[in-house]
T-cell receptor, first 113, second 119 residues
């Protein structure tokens, strides 16, 4: 079972770039890495997904080294509205083939003015 | 695209009653849906996985007779909390994927959640 480890919390200021690193030593060959954002009392929102190297979309970038044992979510120029919990997930690395995701504790990002 | 809705968004019920929560994929066909539970200040905990037309697969420690899951169509899954008790009060969230459920590649899209309060 692919387990992820992230910092429990991070602080930043408006306008700064924020990098959140996640380790996933047991990632399976076919697994992708997906990041979600969650605000209080809301369902998680998809941010970005990748397999290797770098992926970029309109809200974030995802950096994945060659060994894929970690990944870094990069949020450019954060604002107060980016204050949320960020979850890093990989597919089920066990023998099952259900595509289920196991959530870790996530990283609570606090953006200050 | 990839919108998932839940109904109701919140519900209050008396202890001993049953509550049904609906999860719908609005713009795609969801071959696999997942149900999670989240307590305050905690992460999401996967309860069960359901594939359209099949029985749900429950995670260890989740009572299948208490949390009845039905995935009768490609756009609708329901979770029924039977004989609810105060300890069942929680935030219930569903998610859906639109492919066969192969691991690692399918993006899960989440509903907005349902807040259940059992008095």
């Amino acid at each position: 079972l692919a387990k992820t480890t992230q910092p429990i919390s991070m602080d930043s200021y408006e306008g700064q770039e924020v990098n959140i690193t996640c380790s996933h030593n047991n990632i399976a060959t076919n697994d992708y890495i997906t990041w979600y954002q969650q605000f209080p009392s809301q369902g998680p929102r998809f941010i970005i997904q990748g397999y290797k190297t770098k992926v970029t979309n309109e809200v974030a970038s995802l950096f994945i080294p060659a060994d894929r044992k970690s990944s870094t979510l990069s949020l450019p120029r954060v604002s107060l509205s980016d204050t949320a919990v960020y979850y890093c997930l990989v597919g089920d690395g066990g023998s099952s083939n259900t595509g289920k995701l196991i959530f870790g504790q996530g990283t609570t990002l606090q953006v200050k003015p | 695209g990839a919108v998932v809705s839940q109904h109701p968004s919140w519900v209050i019920c008396k202890s001993g009653t049953s509550v049904k929560i609906e999860c719908r994929s609005l713009d795609f066909q969801a071959t696999t849906m997942f149900w999670y539970r989240q307590f305050p200040k905690q992460s999401l905990m996967l309860m069960a996985t359901s594939n359209e037309g099949s029985k749900a697969t429950y995670e260890q420690g989740v009572e299948k007779d208490k949390f009845l899951i039905n995935h009768a169509s490609l756009t609708l899954s329901t979770l029924t909390v039977t004989s609810a008790h105060p300890e069942d009060s929680s935030f219930y969230i569903c998610s859906a994927t639109g492919t066969s459920g192969r691991r690692g590649t399918d993006t899960q899209y989440f509903g907005p959640g349902t807040r259940l309060t059992v008095l």
